[in-house]
């Protein structure tokens, strides 16, 4: 395993990956490349998946090569581009023993609807291991069967909350880190702490905050009230409709369901968020609240 172990006393000195974290370090020289990067955070069942799915087809119909990583033991995170859950990294790696040379590309990359190329990362078993020493050796078989070098988006699908430094580790690689959330005080407290996750790996790292993705929400009043807040803004607000409900559980991205007015206005928020990630903005200095400052701001007067 490629891990490098930091003994105790030097931790405190080094602060390695932001303060007072201790998780599996990555080695320093495995960068990504000339691809633009962009990690998606937000509370567990918030619509992660479908919105980097949705996302991913976007930046393709854009003409962009697009390479989707899910970072969740799930592994469900392309289904919609692949129609199958794929094998996961962990998996194919287990099979010859984690001897990476002997793996071919079609053993863990799939292309999926409209060319964009799918990855499952997955992760150790529940109890066991790190998913950052995962997260590393993803992008490792990526470059080391040249995958990014012609790559123009890479996209991480990140388990749930940020609950540990290891289910961080793709913000190590990324350039802006998308926030989905609902307009919900369960969701919103979920921001808050990715917030402060992103805002420790900004210290040593070259991510930054991109902005957030209001889901399954028909008002954004509390999303503004937190944004406002912190320093955030919204980038891209899609509405709780039942075709986005009904794509997933015909495996299918939004860009292949039957079309209809309501669908069309939400594969232009789809292709209009992809336009401006490519384009790029300003980071956003955020400022996290207080646990209970956050509690005391949300809700109705």
């Known amino acids: ?148 070098d012609d790559t123009d988006v890479v996209i991480f699908d990140v388990l749930g909350d940020v609950v540990c430094g290891g289910f961080a580790a793709p913000l190590q690689h990324a350039d802006r880190a998308l926030i989905v959330t609902a307009n919900d005080f369960d969701s919103i407290f979920a921001m808050n702490r990715i917030v402060q996750a992103i805002g420790a790996k900004a210290k040593n790292y070259n991510v930054r905050l991109g902005g957030v993705i209001a889901n399954r929400s028909a008002a954004t009043d509390q999303i503004d009230k937190f944004n406002e807040k912190v320093g955030l803004k919204t980038m891209a607000h899609f509405p709780d409709l039942d075709v986005i409900r009904r794509s997933r559980l015909k495996k299918s991205t939004l860009f292949e369901m039957e079309q209809s007015p309501e669908l069309d206005k939400v594969q232009q928020e789809y292709l209009r968020l992809a336009a401006a990630l490519w384009a790029g903005s300003d980071p956003l200095p955020a400022i996290p609240m207080k646990d209970r400052d956050i509690f005391d701001l949300l809700g109705f007067d």
């Open 1 to 148: 395993m490629n891990v490098v172990n930091i003994p105790v006393s030097d931790m405190k000195s080094r602060r390695p990956d932001g303060e007072g974290s201790v998780q599996v370090q990555l080695d320093p020289n495995l960068k990504i490349g000339k691809a633009k990067v962009f990690a998606v955070y937000g509370k567990g069942g918030i619509g992660k998946s479908t919105t980097s799915s949705n996302l991913s087809v976007a930046f393709s119909k854009l003409g962009k090569r697009v390479i989707q990583i899910g970072c969740d033991p799930k592994h469900d995170s392309t289904f919609t581009l692949t129609k199958k859950l794929m094998p996961t990294v962990i998996d194919v790696l287990e099979k010859v023993d984690f001897h990476s040379e002997e793996l071919r590309v079609e053993d863990f990359v799939y292309e999926g609807y409209n060319g964009v190329m799918c990855v499952e990362a997955g992760g150790p078993p529940a109890g066991t291991g790190c998913g950052g020493y995962v997260v590393g050796q993803t992008v490792k078989l990526l470059k080391e069967h040249h995958l990014l």
